[in-house]
C-alpha cells in the first residue's frame, strides 16, 4: 500500500510570493496528480505526471521517480489560489486504476 | 463537453433513511470511480466500476452500500439505513480508461 505525504500541512504566504507545496510516498508509480479544492467545492485535476516537469499558467509542478517526490510551484501567487492541494499517486501494477490521496495542503494567500 | 456531473450537491437525510448520490460521467467516459472524504480526513477509494460491471469494491463498506454503473443513465452510490457517521462529501470520477480522471462537484451528504 502506498503512503502519500504532503507538507506543509497548513501554509499561509502574502501575495506575491512563491509557494511550494511537497509530496513524497512510498512505492513505485505510474502517474501522479496534483488536485486542487476550494472550500465546500469539487475537485479540480490540475496536473497529471509521470516524469519530468508541467507547467500551466503560473503552477509548475515537477517529480522526481528516483527519490520518490514531486512538488507543486506557485508563482506570483494570488488570494484566489487559496484552497487545499491535494497529491494523488496511481500505483503501477495490479490496483493501478486506484488513486492513493495524500491529506492535503491548506493554503491561505493574503492580500 | 460538460465536466463529471453529480446530484444532488447537497443532500439531509434523517438516520435510518436512504441516499441515492448520482454521477454522470463525461462522454465518452466508461470508467467511474467514487471516493469518499470524511470531515478532516483525505479522500478514500471506494469502489470501482465499468459499464454494468464492478471491478473493484474493496473500499466500500460491506454493509449498506452498493454501487451500480448501468448500461444506460447515471452510476447510483446507495448507501441504506443510513447513520451519522456516514456524513462526508463523496466525489465521483471518470476516465476514459488509465488516462487521467476528471472529478465531479462532489455531493455533500449529512446526516442528522
Known amino acids: 500500500k502506498n503512503e502519500v505525504e504532503q507538507s506543509p500541512q497548513n501554509l499561509t504566504a502574502q501575495e506575491g510570493e512563491f509557494i511550494t507545496i511537497n509530496c513524497s510516498y512510498s512505492v513505485g508509480i505510474s502517474a501522479l496528480h496534483w488536485l486542487q479544492q476550494h472550500p465546500g467545492g469539487g475537485i479540480v485535476s490540475l496536473f497529471m505526471l509521470s516524469s519530468g516537469k508541467k507547467k500551466h499558467g503560473r503552477l509548475i509542478a515537477t517529480i522526481n521517480i528516483q527519490e520518490k517526490h514531486s512538488s507543486l510551484h506557485i508563482t506570483a501567487s494570488h488570494p484566489r489560489d487559496s484552497a487545499v492541494y491535494i497529491c494523488a499517486v496511481r500505483n503501477s501494477g495490479a490496483g493501478s486504476y486506484q488513486l492513493t490521496f495524500g491529506k492535503g495542503t491548506k493554503l491561505s494567500v493574503i492580500p | 463537453n460538460a465536466g463529471v456531473m453529480q446530484n444532488p450537491r447537497h443532500l439531509v437525510r434523517r438516520r435510518g433513511q436512504e441516499a441515492r448520490l448520482r454521477c454522470s460521467p463525461m462522454?465518452?467516459?466508461?470508467?467511474v470511480y467514487w471516493y469518499r472524504q470524511l470531515p478532516e480526513e483525505g479522500l478514500k477509494f471506494m469502489v470501482y466500476l465499468q459499464k454494468e460491471n464492478i471491478i473493484d469494491e474493496s473500499g466500500m463498506p460491506k454493509e449498506r452500500f452498493s454501487a451500480e454503473f448501468p448500461k444506460e443513465g447515471p452510476s447510483i452510490l446507495r448507501i441504506q439505513q443510513v447513520v451519522r457517521g456516514d456524513s462526508a462529501a463523496y466525489f465521483c470520477a471518470s476516465s476514459p480508461g488509465k488516462g487521467e480522471a476528471f472529478f465531479g462537484q462532489g455531493t455533500r451528504l449529512t446526516v442528522v
Open positions: 462522454k465518452g467516459h466508461s470508467h
